[in-house]
């Protein structure tokens, strides 16, 4: 498992374009006019983590499975999507279920992109959005309390999971009406799987692209400060990234990307940047699995315990989980392998209350 990002903006702020390019296709049509996305897009790429090829090298594995990243790229949003206007509408849907929202902000000026605002003004195109994705949720709130509050009447297990869900859909829609996103609702830890089944746009955690010209892809502008501002005031994530030179580095063979995010001032692109403040907010981290085979990453959050990641590989890993044989990433490297790092006492049995650490190289025992 990887994590599923839903890409949303205005028309003409370059979505398309650095989906294109992030996703290494030509999916997406990228030109300058509104709702040129006809359909939603959808790309799955490998998240770029280079402890992957050491492990490998190391092990002489047959083969390296990154994990994963999912984008999905929908029409230009604009002021009245929620009620119908623009092309938008029609493919709210397909972003109800994802990880996180990536929102691309345009931070550039150039005379010849119009803007569907007839000015740059990112946080103006923010409030647009977010307004909009707030109407949504509330509409589709307001249609379900009715029927809700009848089944609550009632007596059972079905009554109560419907109160369960009255609480929740009446606090989630305080906060609406008071032009506040869903995210902010107050929940208890065992609230949080019926929370998410209300696929709420406004629920997932925002990561703002801040797009701008080639010149401020280093650097960022005032444009994108004021993002980036605005993000932290609210708890959510900013990166500065060009799509021009993602565009341009996608077309670029392997070997010669290096050089090239060296000429324009950059240490890793804008993808590496994405996933990893992706990873940041949502609480993501990685563990391997190395053999001969394969050597494979695999995504779990933050503070997931032995039994629970050994599930991510398959359910009877977790069900019949014993114990964990555990290396640390920077220790398997040191000693050499699994053989040195057994030698050198670096290996460790870990239990099922073992708290899964970023990097761990881990081999799982279980019983059938």
């Not at 746009?201 to 004021?226: H, I, M, Q």
């Not at 959510?236 to 001032?265: M, Q």
């Not at 993808?271 to 695999?298: I, M, S």
């Not at 014993?322 to 006492?345: F, S």
């Amino acid at each position: 498992m990887g994590f599923k990002c839903g890409i949303v903006g205005l028309p003409n702020v370059g979505k398309s374009t650095l989906f294109n390019a992030l996703t290494q296709t030509a999916a997406a049509q990228a030109a300058n006019y509104p709702f040129c996305t006809i359909e939603p897009n959808v790309g799955e790429i490998a998240v770029p983590d280079p402890r992957l090829e050491k492990l490998s090298a190391i092990a002489n594995s047959a083969q390296i499975i990154p994990t994963r990243i999912t984008f999905v790229d929908i029409a230009g949003l604009v002021r009245g999507a929620s009620k119908g206007e623009g092309l938008g509408n029609q493919f709210l849907a397909t972003i109800r279920e994802v990880d996180a929202i990536v929102h691309v902000v345009r931070c550039f000026v150039d005379t010849d992109i119009t803007h569907v605002e007839g000015k740059i003004d990112p946080i103006a195109d923010i409030e647009i959005i977010e307004t909009e994705l707030m109407l949504a949720d509330l509409d589709s709130l307001e249609k379900r309390v009715d029927n809700l509050e009848k089944k609550a009447k009632g007596t059972g297990e079905d009554a109560k999971q419907a109160k369960e869900m009255l609480d929740l859909i009446k606090r989630a829609l305080v906060l609406l009406r008071d032009g506040k996103p869903a995210r902010l609702v107050e929940r208890k830890p065992d609230e949080e799987k019926l929370f998410h089944s209300l696929g709420l746009l406004t629920s997932a955690p925002v990561l703002y692209a801040c797009n701008v010209e080639e010149a401020s892809a280093a650097t960022g502008n005032d444009f994108s400060r004021k993002v980036e501002a605005r993000a932290k005031e609210e708890g959510a994530v900013a990166v500065v990234i060009s799509a021009k030179i993602e565009s341009e580095i996608a077309a670029l063979p392997e070997s010669e990307r290096a050089d090239y995010l060296e000429a324009v001032g950059l240490k890793e692109t804008g993808l590496d940047r994405l996933v990893q403040a992706g990873y940041a907010l949502l609480h993501l981290v990685t563990y391997f699995t190395v053999g001969p085979k394969e050597t494979r990453a695999w995504t779990i959050t933050q503070g997931t315990k032995g039994p629970a990641a050994a599930g991510v590989i398959h359910s009877d890993f977790e069900k019949g989980f014993i114990r964990a044989e555990t290396i640390a990433y920077d220790d398997y490297i040191a000693t050499g392998g699994e053989a040195g790092a057994r030698d050198a006492g670096k290996m460790r049995l870990e239990g099922k209350e073992y708290v899964v650490a970023d990097g761990d190289v881990m081999h799982f025992r279980f019983a059938n």
